[in-house]
């Protein structure tokens, strides 16, 4: 199996509308699927940068002078640009949904599918896995993890289980998770515990706030006409990116000029998201919840 198959690949890299000279970023390399594309792009003076906080996605190194590949999770763009001294992107491409490998990997504890550690870490940098948010968070952080991440209806009696179970017996894996949760499961099985794992994965990552400091990074480093190409697999992501591309905040906040034009910094390229194809869903069916926005810097 393939570390990783590239969703809405050539939609993505068309809306980066690449410069043969130009720098870009590939801030969620993987299997370096989208960066293997960019680099058929752009000529000898061309440049891209990837980074994953992954160390296993290193395995996929691309051997290119063009290329360079950051091991660090992509909240730190700004600090790593500084010191490759790069002020300046041509365009930024981010992939936010979990390679193929992740999670088909038991070990790493994000798939309901099969018993793992619970872990969730997308690196091993992290301090506190989804075991140590299951097993010292108190019921009222929990039932914000769960409400606010997974937006579960039954949060407040999930919380309450979760409190009440650790007391009589551990929670050490996915399959004690998956055990615990069961009986409070309402309509589908697979939705349910898909929003169980996604919320605590987005705690233990704190991906939501890692996303907003990336765009807040991504207004300044993209130069007028840079490209921001976006692929979100949930409405928490979506949500983010969509109101930061119309208003350039993440809350969504209208700010006006005395004239009540509105200041952002941003132009949408589409007005709505671009989605698979039925092509692309029966190719790779894991693509069925993604959705695509691109934005250029003005």
């Not at 949904?97 to 992740?102: F, V």
């Not at 929990?142 to 991440?149: G, N």
């Amino acid at each position: 199996m393939s570390y990783h198959q590239p969703v809405l690949l050539e939609e993505s890299i068309e809306g980066l509308n690449i410069k043969e000279e130009g720098v870009y970023a590939d801030l969620t390399f993987g299997g370096g699927g989208h960066s293997r594309e960019i680099l058929k792009r752009l000529g000898e003076a061309g440049r891209l940068i990837g980074f994953d906080q992954d160390a296993d996605a290193r395995s996929n190194q691309l051997i290119d002078d063009r290329f360079g590949l950051v091991q660090a999770n992509f909240r730190f763009l700004s600090r790593f640009l500084e010191f490759l001294e790069i002020e300046k992107l041509d365009g930024i491409i981010a992939d936010l949904g979990l390679s193929s490998h992740q999670i088909d990997v038991p070990e790493k504890g994000f798939s309901h599918r099969w018993s793992g550690p619970l872990d969730m870490r997308m690196n091993e940098g992290i301090e506190r896995t989804a075991q140590d948010v299951l097993m010292e968070s108190d019921e009222g952080e929990l039932l914000d993890i769960f409400s606010k991440y997974g937006e579960i209806r039954n949060s407040r009696m999930l919380a309450r289980r979760v409190v009440a179970q650790r007391k009589v017996a551990g929670l050490k894996t996915t399959a004690d998770l998956v055990t615990m949760v069961e009986p409070l499961i309402r309509g589908n099985r697979r939705r349910y515990l898909s929003q169980v794992f996604q919320a605590l994965r987005i705690a233990v990552n704190e991906e939501l706030k890692a996303l907003e400091e990336m765009l807040e990074a991504a207004t300044y480093h993209l130069r007028p006409g840079g490209r921001l190409v976006v692929i979100s697999y949930h409405s928490l992501e979506d949500r983010i990116v969509k109101n930061f591309i119309r208003t350039g905040n993440v809350e969504g906040l209208l700010k006006k000029d005395e004239f009540g034009v509105l200041l952002t910094p941003f132009k949408k390229i589409y007005n709505k998201p671009i989605v698979p194809s039925d092509r692309e869903l029966k190719i790779n069916p894991r693509s069925r919840s993604a959705k695509l926005r691109i934005a250029e810097r003005i």
